[in-house]
């Protein structure tokens, strides 16, 4: 069992309380889950990478899971969340560490590399693209010309309002659309069938949706949400940082099906100079084919490989 011999522990960092998934002993790797998820997602990289000489650490980010989840939407931008990773690591008397990040895991990544590179020895991060600040605009409103009103973050700004829809569908049912959506076109929510019944493929088991609802559903989703009710307040704050570089060893991962592939432009700032320019260090990127969002849990030890390949340079 993949599970096995991962300890638990709360440590006290930045103000909150986090729950943080340990596994293993060596070099640290800090691995950084996204929305809607938690530790868990990692729970084949933590033991694959303990099994190869690392000690995995896999937090829940504030918000979610057993991590305290602070009420106020202000309390969740990107220097809140780095914040508690450099608290946790002075806690842990981590010096510096590999980082892996997913979704907004890899937003926050990118964030925790800009602020602290001094932390960090080398990045692998996944479906996400460093995006670098726009001056031109807040995302919300970018978001809003590119895809209407109906797209899932312009849904997600409303206090209480997705919250409720929500609750209303149920957390086990709308982890399987997400989780298991493999639609490379924008999420406008109107558009998605929530009442579908949804088959679960090979890499996620029943188990496996009712160990994350019964957290979420503890937690609930404001925390989780108001990442997304932030990114304006991260595009005022980050202003000292427009134009700065990321100048950490990268190795970028993306699945051919993943949606965030898809948003304007992210191919051709990828492949075409754009990426490299904004990290200068960025030294791989993969592009596996048939695989969607959720890379990490969808091509588990393929990941754990990619990761561990890349690291050992460092």
Same mark, same amino acid.
């Given at each position: 069992?993949?599970?096995?011999?991962?300890?638990?522990?709360?440590?006290?960092?930045?103000?909150?309380?986090?729950?943080?998934?340990?596994?293993?002993?060596?070099?640290?790797? *800090?691995?950084?889950?996204?929305?809607?998820? *938690?530790?868990?997602?990692?729970?084949?990289? &933590?033991?694959?990478?303990?099994?190869?000489?690392?000690?995995?650490?896999?937090?829940?980010?504030?918000?979610?899971?057993?991590?305290?989840?602070?009420?106020?939407?202000?309390?969740? !931008? $990107?220097?809140? +969340?780095?914040?508690? %990773?450099? /608290?946790?690591?002075?806690? %842990? /008397?981590?010096?510096?560490?590999?980082?892996?990040?997913?979704?907004?895991?890899?937003?926050?990544?990118?964030? %925790?590399?800009?602020?602290?590179?001094?932390? $960090?020895?080398?990045?692998?991060? *996944?479906?996400?693209?460093?995006?670098?600040?726009?001056?031109?605009?807040?995302?919300?409103?970018?978001?809003?010309?590119?895809?209407?009103?109906?797209?899932?973050?312009?849904?997600?700004?409303?206090?209480?309002?997705?919250?409720?829809?929500?609750?209303?569908?149920?957390?086990?049912?709308?982890?399987?659309? %997400? *989780?298991?959506?493999?639609?490379?076109?924008?999420?406008?929510?109107?558009?998605?069938?929530?009442?579908?019944?949804?088959?679960?493929?090979?890499?996620?088991?029943?188990?496996? +949706?009712?160990?994350? !609802?019964?957290?979420?559903?503890?937690?609930?989703?404001?925390?989780?949400?108001?990442?997304?009710?932030?990114?304006?307040?991260?595009?005022?704050?980050?202003?000292?940082?427009?134009?700065?570089?990321?100048?950490?060893?990268?190795?970028?991962?993306?699945?051919?099906?993943?949606? !965030?592939?898809?948003?304007?432009?992210?191919?051709?700032? &990828?492949?075409?100079?754009?990426?490299?320019?904004?990290?200068?260090?960025?030294?791989?990127?993969?592009?596996?084919?048939?695989?969607?969002?959720? +890379?990490?849990?969808?091509?588990?030890?393929?990941?754990?490989?990619?990761?561990?390949?890349?690291?050992?340079?460092?």
């Amino acid at each position: 069992m993949e599970g096995e011999g991962v300890a638990h522990r709360m440590v006290e960092a930045n103000g909150i309380s986090m729950h943080v998934a340990e596994k293993g002993e060596g070099p640290a790797v *800090l691995l950084l889950h996204g929305f809607p998820e *938690l530790w868990y997602s990692w729970r084949h990289q &933590i033991a694959g990478l303990a099994a190869r000489g690392y000690r995995a650490i896999a937090p829940d980010l504030r918000g979610y899971g057993d991590t305290s989840a602070p009420s106020a939407a202000a309390s969740y !931008t $990107v220097f809140h +969340i780095v914040g508690d %990773l450099i /608290a946790l690591l002075d806690a %842990l /008397a981590i010096s510096q560490v590999y980082v892996v990040g997913h979704d907004w895991g890899a937003q926050i990544a990118w964030s %925790l590399c800009m602020m602290r590179p001094d932390r $960090v020895k080398a990045l692998v991060n *996944l479906s996400v693209a460093f995006i670098p600040r726009n001056p031109a605009g807040k995302p919300t409103q970018q978001f809003r010309s590119f895809y209407g009103d109906d797209f899932y973050v312009c849904r997600f700004q409303e206090p209480g309002a997705i919250e409720a829809e929500f609750a209303r569908i149920g957390t086990g049912k709308l982890l399987r659309i %997400l *989780l298991c959506n493999r639609d490379v076109g924008p999420l406008l929510l109107s558009e998605v069938d929530f009442e579908a019944e949804v088959a679960l493929p090979s890499w996620l088991s029943e188990e496996d +949706i009712d160990y994350f !609802t019964s957290k979420l559903d503890k937690s609930g989703f404001t925390g989780p949400v108001n990442y997304y009710r932030c990114l304006d307040l991260n595009w005022e704050l980050g202003a000292p940082w427009s134009g700065v570089q990321i100048q950490v060893p990268v190795k970028f991962i993306i699945g051919d099906q993943d949606l !965030t592939y898809y948003f304007p432009g992210m191919k051709e700032y &990828i492949h075409g100079g754009g990426f490299k320019r904004d990290v200068p260090m960025l030294e791989e990127v993969v592009v596996m084919e048939g695989v969607a969002h959720f +890379i990490n849990q969808e091509k588990a030890h393929e990941i754990t490989d990619h990761i561990c390949d890349f690291i050992r340079r460092f």
